[in-house]
Structures are given as structure tokens and as C-alpha cells.
């Protein structure tokens, strides 16, 4: 037996607020009880009057108050991209790290010097000791030119993308991160230089296109597909590392 | 990326000029009312939530700045009602159904403010019912007491005899005869 029919009802039926099977109920009563029935016909078409009084379209807005408008859009919108970069910056200082143990192993590119060093990379070198292990069952070794993304994607469980025709790896690396384990590849990418992939898992689920980011010598250029961020990092022209990512990050979809 | 225009502040302009409409019951006030409302908006941006719901946000901003600033928005309004009134009596209606319409208008703008606009956000803008009492700061029982009691006086002006209005006698009054109500 269904609950009996109470004001709130007939109130939410006539606000189409009710489900599908409640709305059955009401309308068995209604059909029951005509004096019910015709309040609810009134109550409708009051509603629907408001509607169409109200849906006449309404003249311009003045100009003052379409610049407000998009004044306060651009801080909205400016307000989710620096939260965007916020959830980016755990990436970002692991970035940084990569460089930094680039330097303690003497390989990575060329300007480790030059990149920005946060703080959490000296948390994230102990960790290091951690994904050691995880290293050494791993047939790449610090110097090697061997790549092999499913091996990597076994271990790690981060996906990687297959590298464009001419670009010679140089190194393939696994090293910790906040999150999981974060993998970091070394090529010389033809006309781009030598370059670095990094990828990485990260707390927060999300979809980022990809994004450039400008250091003192070089550029990452990173996006992010649900829990797994990436970034290209690179000298060359900002365009060229930019092409360059959008054709990895595609054939990672 | 993937959602475009989440923060579609223009494409919003129309249902927070017609709240606004409803709440001051005059254009003039209404449009000021509407330009408050985004500079207070662009002022506090850092409280909305990533990923809230910016109608809401933005109607709760704008019912806000309205009752803080209700006495100016009101005193001008007031006025201009008597404008508005002497508008329609001089717009002859080109039929009955127009007149149903000014009507209805006429009773819903005669509602006390909150009936009005919980009436407003719930018919009007097809807001569900706990957007509709979080943008009033209101619990959804509360609003719904409210729409209740709007609903009963929609009713009771069409089914009774309208004093005021018909005082007028300028033009026959649609009258609507049956309706057993309160």
C-alpha cells in the first residue's frame, strides 16, 4: 500500500518535483476526488500563466552590467585555473625532483640547475630510498635505452605512450612520488632536443588538457587523464614542445 | 576544458534580472539590483565552490543584497507601482486571456516578498525545491509552507471577487466562477 496523499503531494506535483511513481499515486487520487483535482488544474495554470508572463524575453542588459558580468566570470574562471595549478604543483615539485635526481645520478637534461626546487623535493629524495626496490626488479637500469611501456605500466601501473617515429630513449626511470610511483623517460626527440616525460600518479582525479608551464630554461608543457599527470619538459620553442604533447596525450586516450 | 562555459555569468543574466524583477517590482530597481548583486559577487568570488552551482549561488547573492538594501530597492518601487498600475489600465487588453494574465501578474506581485519568491524560484525558474531554500537560506519545509500559502492566494484571487481591482470598472473583470477553495 503506498503512503497516503498529503498536501506536499499535490504541491510537488505541481512543481514537477515528484518521481514518476509518486506522481501515478496523485493522479489515481486526483482522479478520485475531482474537488482535489480541480484545485491542482488551477494551481497548474497559475503556474504555467506565471511562466509565460515571465518567459517574455527581456530588453539588452546596458553595457555596465555585461561588463560586470564578464568581469566576475573571468575571476570565476581565473579562480578554478589556480586550483587547477594548485592540484598541479604536487606534479610540478616532483618535476622538480626528477631534475634534482637527474643531477645526483648525472644524467637528465642539461639545466638542472635552472629548475625550480621546491621544498618537498628533499621529502620526496627520501622516498627515493623506497622505489629503489622497485627499481631494481626492473630490467631498465639508470643509463639504459630500453623502454618497454608495458613492463612499465606492470610495474608502476602508469600507462605510457608509445614515443613518435626518431626519438632515441636515453634513460627510462622509476622514481617515488606522493602517490604511488612516478616514471620519468629521457629522450632525444629529433628537432625538440633532448626532452623528459614524466608521469606520475596523483591524489586528485581529474581531466587537464595540455598545459604549458614556463621555468627559467625550460618548459613543461603538462596535462592530466583521471588519477595519472604528465608532463613533457624540453628547451625547444614553446610551440614545438606544445605539438609535441598534444600528439602524446592523444594517443594516451 | 571538457565543460566549456561553466562559469556562464552572462547566459545566467536573465533569470537573475527576472528574480529581481519579481523581488523589487520595477525594472529600473531591478536592473541596479541585478548590477549590486555582480559587483558583490565579483567582491566574495573567493567563497564559491569549485564545482558548486553558480545559479544558485548567484540568485543567493542576489536575494541577499536585496533584503540588506530592501528599503532603498522598496521606497522607489513603491512609486514606480503606482506607474506600473496606471500603465496597464491605459494598455487595453486585446483579450480575455490577456487579462487573466495581468491578473495572475497582479496577484503574484501582490504577494508578501517571501511567498513571492519562493513562488518565483520554484514555478517561475523551475528551480528544484532545495536549490530553491538554499538560495533563500531557508530549509526546504519552510519553502514549501511558503509556496503552499502563495498557491492559496493565487487561488483565493481568482475565485473571489477582486475589491481592489475591480474598483476600477474601467474594463469587465474575467471572473473565474467555481473553484471550492479557501
Redesign the interface.
Known amino acids: 500500500m503506498s503512503d497516503p496523499i498529503i498536501?506536499?503531494d499535490f504541491?510537488?506535483y505541481?512543481?514537477?518535483?515528484l518521481g514518476p511513481a509518486r506522481r501515478i499515486e496523485v493522479e489515481e487520487h486526483l482522479a478520485r476526488n475531482p474537488?482535489a483535482a480541480?484545485?491542482i488544474m488551477?494551481?497548474l495554470k497559475?503556474?504555467d500563466?506565471?511562466?509565460?508572463?515571465?518567459a517574455a524575453p527581456?530588453p539588452r542588459?546596458?553595457e555596465?552590467?555585461?561588463g560586470?558580468?564578464?568581469?566576475?566570470?573571468r575571476?570565476?574562471?581565473w579562480?578554478?585555473f589556480s586550483?587547477k595549478l594548485r592540484r598541479m604543483a604536487a606534479v610540478v615539485a616532483l618535476i622538480g625532483f626528477g631534475w634534482f635526481a637527474h643531477g645526483q645520478v648525472g644524467l637528465g637534461i642539461t639545466d638542472s640547475e635552472a629548475s625550480p626546487k621546491p621544498p618537498v623535493f628533499v621529502e620526496d629524495a627520501l622516498h627515493s630510498h623506497e622505489t629503489a626496490l622497485v627499481r631494481a626488479r626492473m630490467v631498465s637500469q639508470r643509463e639504459t635505452a630500453e623502454y618497454d611501456p608495458a613492463e612499465i605500466l606492470t610495474e608502476t601501473g602508469i600507462r605510457l605512450p608509445p614515443l613518435p617515429d626518431g626519438w632515441q630513449v636515453r634513460d627510462a626511470q622509476v622514481f617515488p612520488s606522493r602517490d604511488g610511483h612516478s616514471v620519468e623517460i629521457i629522450a632525444d626527440a629529433g628537432d625538440l632536443g633532448r626532452v623528459s616525460l614524466f608521469a606520475a600518479h596523483v591524489p586528485v582525479f581529474n581531466?587537464?588538457?595540455p598545459t604549458i608551464a614556463r621555468f627559467d630554461e625550460a618548459k613543461t608543457v603538462y596535462w592530466q587523464t583521471g588519477q595519472l599527470a604528465y608532463a613533457l619538459t624540453g628547451t625547444s620553442s614553446d610551440k614545438a614542445i606544445e605539438r609535441a604533447a598534444l600528439r602524446l596525450s592523444r594517443k594516451l586516450q | 576544458m571538457n565543460d566549456p562555459k561553466r562559469m556562464d555569468v552572462i547566459g545566467l543574466l536573465s533569470p537573475l534580472r527576472r528574480y529581481a524583477r519579481s523581488l523589487t517590482r520595477d525594472e529600473t530597481q531591478a536592473e541596479d539590483l541585478v548590477q549590486d548583486t555582480l559587483v558583490r559577487a565579483y567582491e566574495r568570488h573567493g567563497s564559491f565552490r569549485s564545482g558548486g552551482n553558480l545559479r544558485g549561488w548567484l540568485l543567493s547573492i542576489l536575494h541577499n543584497t536585496f533584503i540588506d538594501g530592501r528599503r532603498r530597492y522598496m521606497a522607489e518601487a513603491r512609486r514606480l507601482e503606482q506607474a506600473a498600475a496606471l500603465a496597464e489600465t491605459a494598455a487595453p487588453p486585446a483579450q480575455e486571456s490577456q487579462v487573466r494574465f495581468q491578473q495572475v501578474q497582479a496577484a503574484f506581485l501582490q504577494l508578501p516578498l517571501e511567498q513571492r519568491a519562493a513562488l518565483h524560484l520554484v514555478a517561475i525558474e523551475g528551480l528544484p525545491y532545495q536549490e530553491a531554500a538554499d538560495a533563500l537560506g531557508i530549509p526546504v519545509g519552510t519553502l514549501m509552507s511558503r509556496l503552499g500559502r502563495a498557491r492559496a492566494t493565487l487561488r483565493g484571487f481568482e475565485a473571489g471577487t477582486h475589491l481592489a481591482q475591480s474598483s476600477e470598472g474601467k474594463r469587465p473583470r474575467l471572473r473565474i466562477i467555481g473553484g471550492a477553495d479557501v
Do not use: G, K
Not at chain 1, 500563466?49 to 515571465?54: E, G, K, P, Q
Not at chain 1, 560586470?68 to 566570470?73: D, Q, S
Open positions: 498536501e506536499a504541491l510537488a505541481v512543481d514537477d518535483q474537488e480541480a484545485r488551477s494551481d497559475d503556474r500563466t506565471l511562466r509565460l508572463i515571465h527581456l542588459p546596458a555596465a552590467m555585461i560586470a558580468a564578464v568581469r566576475l566570470e575571476a570565476l574562471e579562480q578554478e586550483l581531466v587537464i588538457d
